[in-house]
T-cell receptor, first 118, second 112 residues
Framework: DTEVTQTPKHLVMGMTNKKSLKCEQHMGHRAMYWYKQKAKKPPELMFV???????INESVPSRFSPECPNSSLLNLHLHALQPEDSALYLC?????????????????FGPGTRLLVL | SQQGEEDPQALSIQEGENATMNCSYK?????LQWYRQNSGRGLVHLILIRSNEREKHSGRLRVTLDTSKKSSSLLITASRAADTASYFC????????????FGAGTRLFVKA
């Protein structure tokens, strides 16, 4: 299995809702990432988990709350979002860099969740 | 702030022609990667070149890296309509976790 899956594909939520985005991979990768991408812009890094621990938080507002319950799963909990948070949210994972494996810097991306906040 | 800046922002060519995209970055890097993104979907890794390498090939792709000029180029030879996509360069700095920063991207359109 060489893919990263994300659910849901599309999400519409109001500013008072609480929702979660889910990401899953079964490649044995131990680094997982959340990115936010606005239309016609590059992905912007939000969070990095390494061995299930949060290693990078790019000063993301607290209305976004990441969670890594195990090495295969990554969640992004959303609460009290703003319309400007509407974007494509991408999850990615990368290999730990063991000998004989792919480059540890190579990231494998899921198809994304397109979020619309009303 | 963005590490990589790419040019051109958009490129339209005929099928069979070569496409060249350039990327410049500001600080020292461990490596530089190129990714492709079809419209509104996830990114696909194309190629990685390390800071001590100058050129790398993968199929119809050729990547060069000039660390003295802090720039890289991606050449796609004999382009196909299926190559139509956005192409991003990405650089990594090891800051306790790999922090990948993407350039602005080049939108390539290959006409059949």
């Amino acid at each position: 299995d060489t893919e990263v899956t994300q659910t849901p594909k599309h999400l519409v939520m109001g500013m008072t809702n609480k929702k979660s985005l889910k990401c899953e991979q079964h490649m044995g990768h131990r680094a997982m990432y959340w990115y936010k991408q606005k239309a016609k812009k590059p992905p912007e890094l939000m969070f990095v988990y390494s061995y299930e621990k949060l290693s990078i938080n790019e000063s993301v507002p607290s209305r976004f709350s990441p969670e890594c319950p195990n090495s295969s799963l990554l969640n992004l909990h959303l609460h009290a979002l703003q319309p400007e948070d509407s974007a494509l949210y991408l999850c990615a994972s990368s290999h730990p860099g063991l000998a004989g494996g792919p480059d540890r810097e190579t990231q494998y991306f899921g198809p994304g969740t397109r979020l619309l906040v009303l | 702030s963005q590490q990589g800046e790419e040019d051109p922002q958009a490129l339209s060519i005929q099928e069979g022609e070569n496409a060249t995209m350039n990327c410049s970055y500001k600080t020292s890097i461990n490596n530089l990667q190129w990714y492709r993104q079809n419209s509104g979907r996830g990114l696909v890794h194309l190629i990685l070149i390390r800071s001590n390498e100058r050129e790398k090939h993968s199929g119809r792709l050729r990547v060069t890296l000039d660390t003295s000029k802090k720039s890289s180029s991606l050449l796609i030879t004999a382009s196909r309509a299926a190559d139509t996509a956005s192409y991003f360069c990405a650089t990594d700095r090891n800051t306790g976790g790999f922090k990948t920063i993407f350039g602005a991207g080049t939108r390539l359109f290959v006409k059949a």
